[in-house]
């Protein structure tokens, strides 16, 4: 069978705008031969629709959108077409609403596969909105019996997940034993580092277990907190890659499933490229999903905003991004010069605006008040709120988004002030540990200097106090993001991380601090994620709470 793979970008809430896309796709000349088109999981919607679903109107335009299909597929009678939609269960019951896959052809509803497994876990939500399939069966079309299952349908393989069993059915098993000839899943799987490989294991294996082919399409782009990297993949009944489609950016291609596929025909995109990819898009999609196409960023001529900046350049153009230096009275000489080399070398608008006079003027109006106490971060910390307010006017006064720039081993652990560094409308590295910005900055700089070195190679510094560095407060960073990645993306406990061999007190201290500043966390902007477990969405603890870890 020739099948038409769209792996798109839909904007959430946009109906009328990806029925629009759909139609596009149907209309080109890469679509002309096929005999299926296949579209991601509840792609006329976008993904993930959150409480839209909860409104009836918004379902009912959703309903009014399979009809429109229904009608824009008589214009291409020779040719399936297969979509993602929230649908309204004939009968209620439970929820009354089931996360689905339609098969059109010819004007007429071929087939409709419902989503059996619904995710409660991390950023899934879909138990909250959806009833589960109340059973799995194999669609007939073209002398094909499809296999057409949803995002995490695919993720049951007991034998996979034997240590961490989550269903207690497996829905490929299911349609293979009921004589599936292809497998087919549409899905809106979101980025994470190292997820790219994990799927292709999982696909690969489903291929290889039950012999047959498998073709898989994913989303791409950004939605909010969440990135979605497409990497659709068609594999043959051995699991070898017929074609894999690209990373991060959308793609029509059309392939035919009866091929051989490529033996060691797959390669994972590097690590750190894919987190950059991610970021870029994430970001891009963030300003253009909302309205905005100019950023402004504080530049402190350390490493943090500087790959913030780079990323924006990169996903919004020179033209479009605005760095400022705000010196207080311990800012280096050296800072202020290389965040003006680093505008010069992207070609960015730069600004310096002194906070020095400010500072002082706040300094005076609270002597009164601060009388016979000694200067603590209360004073360090009007200095970062004075450079957030700033650039908020500047956000209020030309239209510009405020990029945030702290760093996830920052903000675990509450190095960052509220109102102040945490301003804005994004927070672009907010799920990027301070280790994991070195390795960026590297990347970004491979084909020549962008970032100056020294931004690299200074220490880690608010330079909120005089000759102040992070170590000052902080354990070593790659101490720090060690302990953190142990406890906050595998969810260890103090003793299971200290049996790592790390240090007792230091390992006690950081998770205590993590709890701590929940608060804070709470009322930072959100963030583009990129490891298996960010803070956000999901991430969901309590704040006033008292428990030992």
Known sequence: MRITVAQLDPIVGDIRGNVAKAAAVLASEEARTAELVVFPELFLTGYPPKDLLEHRWFIQRAQKAVEEMRDLSRKYPDVGILFGVPLQAARQHGKGLSNAAVLLSGGRVVGVAHKALLPTYDVFDEARYFDPASDVRAIPFKGEKLGVHI????WADTELWARH??????????????????????????????KEKLRFQILRHHAQRYHLPFLYVNQVGGNDELVFDGRSMCLDAGGEPIAILPSFRECVMTVDMAQRGIPGGYTPQDEIASVYDALVLGLRDYFVKCGFSQAVIGLSGGIDSSVTCCLAVEALGRENVLGVSMPSPYSSKGSIEDARQLAQN?????????????????LDTLAEHFAGTEPNVAEENIQARIRGNILMALSNKFGYLVLSTGNKSELAVGYCTLYGDMSGGLAVISDVPKTMVYKLAAYINR???????????????????????????LPPYPILDEILYYYIEEGYSADEIIAQGLDEETVRWVVRTVARNEYKRKQAPPGLRVTSKAFGTGRRMPIAAKFEI
């Open 346 to 362: 992207l070609g960015i608008a730069f600004k310096i605006i002194p906070i020095s006079g400010i500072f002082a003027a706040y």
């Open 151 to 154: 995002c995490e349908d695919a």
């Open 447 to 473: 084909h020549g200097e962008v970032i100056p070195q020294a931004c690299i190679d200074k220490p880690p510094s608010a330079e909120l106090k005089p000759n102040q560095v992070d170590q000052d407060t």
């Open 165 to 194: 069993r989550l269903y207690s059915f497996d829905p490929v098993r299911i349609l293979a034993e009921q004589g599936a000839t292809l497998l087919i899943n549409i899905s809106s799987s979101p980025f994470h580092m190292g």
